[in-house]
């Protein structure tokens, strides 16, 4: 991406992820997460969610995927800010990532992006990040 052609409300091309419970337990070996409410759906509705759900890493990291894919080699990821959930993001749901640009700052070539998932139910979660894009 070259931050030229870079403007206020652009959209990121969205990126999609079935959420299945061997991608959960995948994910919280990989980052060692091993709280049951993320693998296990008996642990996770014994707690108030209907199934068992994506963890943080889980949802920040896509949101990372999503930048990167968006800026290419040459950006760079300042923050990952504001990450709201606001609803489960759960076995047998796809999730999709979202991101639209807010605003530019022209003089340090910072871009400051909102960002959404969102499964069939509507928006699950909210955040804002910050890259820089070098040309």
């Known amino acids: 991406m070259k931050f030229e052609k870079v403007s206020v409300g652009d959209e990121l091309n969205s990126i999609s992820i079935p959420i ?14 091993f709280s049951l409410i993320h693998h296990d759906r008996d642990v996770a509705i014994a707690t108030g969610a209907p199934d068992a759900y994506m963890n943080t890493f889980f949802i920040a990291g896509m949101f990372e995927r999503l930048l ?26 796809t999730v ?30 909210t955040a804002t990040a910050v890259v820089t894009i070098k040309d």
């Open 20 to 33: 299945t419970l061997q991608r959960l337990v995948m994910e919280a070996g990989a980052n060692r997460d």
């Open 68 to 93: 990167r894919e968006w800026m290419g080699p040459m950006g760079h990821l300042n923050k990952l800010v504001d990450l709201r959930m606001g609803k489960f993001n759960c076995v047998g749901e």
């Open 96 to 125: 999709t990532f979202k991101g639209a640009v807010d605003s530019i700052d022209a003089a340090s070539n910072q871009v400051t992006l909102n960002l959404i998932s969102e499964t069939q139910g509507g928006t699950t979660v």
